[in-house]
């Protein structure tokens, strides 16, 4: 899920222009959190992949892969 999960949680962050601080707040994370999505180092819980998929209208599944 790594890899996948990162490139797609940045790729949506920017083309809706969404800060790292705007999806640490949905979160209620920290930035570095984000980043370390981002960059594959960790990876979100289940709650936070809800939350996540919710917040940019698409499905876990899509999220992931």
């Known amino acids: 899920m790594k890899v996948n999960f990162s490139e797609n949680l940045k790729m949506l962050r920017l083309?809706?222009?969404?800060?790292?601080?705007?999806?640490?707040?949905l979160c209620k994370t920290t930035t570095a959190t984000v980043s370390?999505?981002?960059?594959?180092?960790?990876?979100?819980?289940?709650?936070?992949?809800?939350?996540?998929?919710?917040?940019?209208?698409?499905?876990?599944d899509e999220l992931v892969k």
């Open 36 to 60: 370390r999505w981002e960059n594959g180092v960790n990876e979100p819980d289940i709650y936070n992949l809800i939350l996540l998929a919710d917040y940019f209208e698409i499905t876990i």
């Open 15 to 25: 083309q809706n222009n969404v800060t790292q601080q705007d999806i640490a707040e």
